[in-house]
């Protein structure tokens, strides 16, 4: 079984946690990273043990990626 997908969220989960990383662009790797292994059908538990994250948090950070949100506009909020 390739495990690319799982070393690329272990060394982005690493660079988040660095303290010489920037917060935003390594939240953004991890995220992508946690994303691409869960498209490729690695289990969520072994992606959520490589990214230090709960299950959970595995699936929000993969429907993000897929399903990228729009800010919402103040005239969506009043109707």
Do not use: C, F, N
Request: charged share 25%; glycine share 2%; aromatic share 2%.
């Amino acid at each position: 079984m390739d495990d690319d997908d799982i070393r690329a969220v272990e060394e982005a989960a690493a660079t988040l946690e660095s303290e010489s990383a920037e917060h935003e662009p390594a939240a953004v790797t991890l995220q992508t990273a946690v994303a691409a292994a869960v498209t490729h059908g690695k289990p969520i538990r072994d992606v959520a043990a490589a990214a230090h994250m709960t299950a959970l948090e595995v699936l929000d950070a993969a429907d993000a990626v897929t399903y990228p949100r729009q800010a919402l506009q103040p005239w969506t909020l009043a109707q």
